[in-house]
């Protein structure tokens, strides 16, 4: 687990400001996810990513963007920060060459609230 | 798209009963179904997980089972005990090259010493 780490932890912003949340993992995952999870959602897929360069939107993209220059990084970006995006985020790797080929692995989280 | 429903929201147990979580899904092409765990605060963690080749799967005190016809899957859980109490997720993907996990919305079990 120690190997996908997500920053910052928690974040405190404001309505219209944007902000980035950043992933990082040493595993050399080809797959990387970021998942929000809201009570009475479950986890909703926000955008994904098959391999550096690659990214492709989720369940719920709007108002978000992101970028994956380098296999280990997979940063999120709230373009202006809405209160509806007050959440926790969750970052997630998998490698489909695996065994096991399907296990997301899951990052810490990021507590965002927007004020 | 696919769509995962999961029951109970709640469940409230004594440590040593046994308990189930259920989950339909709607996609009949989905075949990976995995159960992820998440303590309070903590990331989700997947438990267990079957394929739709297979009908039941055991880990020690937790099974999953599967019912490709009805389209539905549980996990049992039994001899619970306090350390069970947390947040229980089901989900289901298909292989389209892509493993993309469409997840249920959770139940909490809380396992009373």
């Known amino acids: 687990d120690a190997g996908i780490t997500q920053s910052p932890r928690y974040k405190i912003t404001e309505t219209g400001r944007q902000v980035t949340l950043m992933c990082h993992q040493t595993?050399?995952?080809?797959?990387m996810f970021w998942y929000r999870q809201d009570l009475g959602h479950g986890l909703r897929l926000i955008y994904y990513?098959?391999?550096?360069?690659?990214?492709d939107k989720g369940e719920v993209p709007d108002g978000y963007v992101v970028s994956r220059s380098k296999t280990e990084n997979f940063p999120l970006t709230l373009e202006s920060a809405t209160r509806s995006q007050t959440s926790v985020y969750f970052c997630?790797?998998?490698?489909?060459?695996?065994?096991?080929?399907?296990?997301?692995?899951f990052g810490p989280g990021t507590r965002l609230l927007v004020l | 798209g696919e769509n995962v429903e999961q029951h109970p929201s709640t469940l409230s147990v004594q440590e040593g009963d046994s308990a189930v979580i259920k989950c339909t899904y709607s996609?009949?092409?989905?075949?990976?179904f995995p159960w992820y765990k998440q303590e309070l605060g903590k990331r989700p963690q997947l438990i267990i997980d079957?394929?739709?080749?297979?009908g039941e799967k055991k880990d020690q005190r937790i099974a999953v089972t599967l019912n490709k016809t009805a389209k539905h899957f549980s996990l049992h859980i039994t001899e619970t005990q306090p350390e069970d109490s947390a947040v229980y997720f089901c989900?289901?993907?298909?292989?389209?090259?892509?493993?993309?996990?469409?997840f249920g919305t959770g139940t909490r079990l809380l396992v009373s010493p």
């Open positions: 595993w050399s995952h080809s797959y």
């Open positions: 996609d009949s092409a989905s075949n990976y």
């Open positions: 989900a289901a993907s298909k292989n389209t090259g892509f493993q993309k996990l469409v």
């Open positions: 990513s098959a391999a550096a360069d690659i990214t």
């Open positions: 079957i394929r739709s080749n297979v």
């Open positions: 997630a790797s998998s490698e489909p060459r695996g065994p096991p080929r399907e296990t997301q692995y």
